[in-house]
C-alpha cells in the first residue's frame, strides 16, 4: 500500500507511541540503553548521542506522535504540517547503509528526536494523501496504537500486550462454556 520507508516509518512511530503504553504501566523507554535498543531495532541512521538529553527528547516526540491517533484526519494535518516546520523538513533523496533511494526530510544531522518527528511526520503525508487515516488505529484489548496495512483493512489488536491471542482464547472459552 506504501512505500517501504513509510511502511517502517508508521512502524516505528507506533512502537515509539506504545513504549509508554504497556499494560502493565511501565514505560518501555526509561533509559538510554532502551533508547538504544529502540534505535537499532527500527533502523535509524545518523546522529544518536546515547545520552539523557536524547531520550528526553525522544520521549517528547512520542507524546506528539500519540496524538496522531487521538484525532480526526482533518486535525492530524494540522500536526503533521507543525511537525514539519518544527523540523525544519527539506525533502531530499538519499541512500545509505543498505537503503536504495528514498526520501529524508531532515538536515544530515539531524538530532534523532528530529528524525523520528520528520520521518513519521512524512509518512502520515502519505498516510493522508491515500484517504487512509483510518488505519491508524487503538488496539480493541488495550490502549496501544496500531497501523493497520492488512489488505483488507482488518486487524483490530496489536503485537504490544498480546491482545489478540487474548481475545481468541477468551471466545474460544466462551463457545465452549456455551456447548455446556
Known amino acids: 500500500m506504501f512505500s517501504h520507508d513509510t511502511t517502517v516509518s508508521l512502524h516505528a512511530a507506533a512502537a515509539l507511541v506504545n513504549t509508554a503504553r504497556m499494560r502493565d504501566g511501565e514505560d518501555r523507554l526509561g533509559t538510554v540503553e532502551a533508547l538504544d535498543d529502540f534505535y537499532d531495532a527500527h533502523d535509524y541512521s545518523g546522529t544518536h548521542t546515547h545520552d539523557e538529553a536524547e531520550l528526553t527528547a525522544v520521549r517528547e516526540v512520542r507524546d506528539g506522535l500519540a496524538r496522531l491517533w487521538r484525532v480526526d484526519r482533518d486535525e492530524a494535518v494540522g500536526l503533521v504540517n507543525a511537525m ?13 547503509d543498505h ?16 528524525q ?6 512524512m509518512a502520515l503525508i502519505d498516510v493522508v ?14 490502549e496501544a496504537v496500531l497501523v493497520d ?12 500486550n498480546n491482545c489478540g491471542n487474548r481475545a481468541h482464547v477468551e471466545a474460544y472459552r466462551a463457545r465452549r462454556s456455551a456447548r455446556g
Open 84 to 96: 514539519l516546520l518544527e523540523g525544519r523538513a527539506r525533502p531530499q533523496l538519499v541512500r545509505h
Open 99 to 114: 537503503w536504495d533511494w528514498h526520501l529524508h526530510a531532515h538536515a544530515p544531522g539531524a538530532a534523532l528526536a528530529t
Open 116 to 121: 523520528i518527528q520528520v520521518e513519521t511526520a
Open 129 to 142: 494523501r491515500a484517504g487512509a487515516f483510518d488505519r491508524l488505529r487503538t488496539c480493541e484489548g488495550c
Open 149 to 160: 496495512l492488512s489488505r483488507n483493512s482488518s486487524r483490530r489488536f496489536c503485537d504490544v
